[in-house]
Antibody
Framework: QVQLVESGGGVVQPGRSLRLSCAASGFTFSNYPMHWVRQAPGKGLEWVAVISNDGSNKYYADSVKGRFTISRDNSKNTLYLQMNSLRAEDTAVYYC?????WGKGTTVTVSS | SYELTQPPSVSVSPGQTARITCSGDALPKKYAYWYQQKSGQAPVLVIYEDSKRPSGIPERFSGSSSGTMATLTISGAQVEDEADFYCYSTDSSGNHWVFGGGTKLTVL
């Protein structure tokens, strides 16, 4: 079935890095743009980044621009989010998504 | 930066019609998408491209857009529809996406 599964979350100290992955299955991954969306505890949804289907175009929310990098490997059906210089305000559940298809999310906690 | 504005809360009795609005300057030219999120769960797409309903979404969910406002309508709201609803769209460039602040729907 159509599925997205995120991984790579955890607890990390401020200023450190973390890489999230999102494994896609059940659909032609290379045909679709992919998004990362996050939700801080008790807060609303926040769009983080988008990448075109072939990876040639990438756009970011102002809150993460210059610190986060979105990428994809269509041969592995996998989406990535490299997060550098993490801050406490990056603490959230991170979802990968494409239209109606969302993963269940992976939790990132930035704390000393 | 671009913003989409939603009311924080909407409350209706079971069987009544609930309407949730979303306003944004780019909506006359950009599609609106609507997501429902129940507590502790991932969001679910209920309306795409202003008014289209994905398979499996009940017919009581409908969407429309006019000018700078998109509207999600739930006709005959049911208790199980209680959730947070978010509109989603892009700025005029089409490159930067944004969610509205979310609307908590109460059905009781």
């Amino acid at each position: 079935q159509v599925q997205l599964v995120e991984s790579g979350g955890g607890v990390v100290q401020p200023g450190r890095s973390l890489r999230l992955s999102c494994a896609a299955s059940g659909f032609t991954f290379s045909n679709y743009p992919m998004h990362w969306v996050r939700q801080a505890p008790g807060k609303g949804l926040e769009w983080v980044a988008v990448i075109s289907n072939d990876g040639s175009n990438k756009y970011y929310a102002d809150s993460v621009k210059g610190r986060f990098t979105i990428s994809r490997d269509n041969s592995k059906n996998t989406l990535y989010l490299q997060m550098n210089s993490l801050r406490a305000e990056d603490t959230a559940v991170y979802y990968c998504a494409s239209g109606p298809v969302w993963g269940k999310g992976t939790t990132v906690t930035v704390s000393s | 930066s671009y913003e989409l504005t939603q009311p924080p809360s909407v409350s209706v009795s079971p069987g009544q019609t609930a309407r949730i609005t979303c306003s944004g300057d780019a909506l006359p030219k950009k599609y609106a998408y609507w997501y429902q999120q129940k507590s502790g769960q991932a969001p679910v797409l209920v309306i795409y491209e202003d008014s289209k309903r994905p398979s499996g979404i009940p017919e009581r969910f409908s969407g429309s857009s006019s000018g700078t406002m998109a509207t999600l309508t739930i006709s005959g709201a049911q208790v199980e529809d209680e959730a947070d609803f978010y509109c989603y769209s892009t700025d005029s460039s089409g490159n930067h996406w944004v969610f509205g602040g979310g609307t908590k729907l109460t059905v009781l």
